[in-house]
């Protein structure tokens, strides 16, 4: 079975660090785009960072630039993002998602995923 199991999340002070991570199992990170997606309650969905794992080539959004950096381990099938400067406005839940493929034009587009992660709650206190 194909799995990503993202973990990490968890209450961090404003102004922080924290890490997340997201292992594949059931495929290997060759020619995938893997992302990092959050959605904080009342909010859609919104793409915050993806690696492409061909290139190493990394996306971010803007609220995020500067603050947050994604990675990759293709020997251990992880994704990382570490995230810094914590703001409250990045409170939300996480999740990682990921598709066969090299293309990464839709990477911040959910609709291009095909498997996703359970979430971790990641909550930022002023």
């Known amino acids: 079975d194909v799995q990503l199991q993202a973990s990490g999340g968890g209450l961090v002070q404003a102004g922080g660090s924290t890490r997340l991570s997201c292992v594949a199992s059931?495929?290997?990170?060759?020619?995938?785009?893997i992302a990092w997606f959050r959605q904080a309650p009342g909010k859609e969905r919104e793409g915050v960072s993806g690696i492409s794992s061909r290139d190493g080539r990394s996306f971010y959004t803007d609220s995020v630039k500067g603050r947050f950096t994604i990675s990759s381990d293709n020997a251990k099938n992880t994704v990382y993002l570490q995230m810094n400067s914590l703001k409250p406005e990045d409170t939300a839940v996480y999740y990682c998602?990921?598709?066969?493929?090299?293309?990464?034009?839709?990477?911040?587009?959910?609709?291009?995923?095909?498997?996703w992660g359970q979430g971790t709650l990641v909550t930022v206190s002023s």
């Open positions: 059931g495929f290997t990170l060759n020619d995938v785009v």
């Open positions: 998602a990921a598709y066969r493929g090299v293309v990464v034009g839709a990477w911040r587009s959910a609709w291009a995923y095909d498997y």
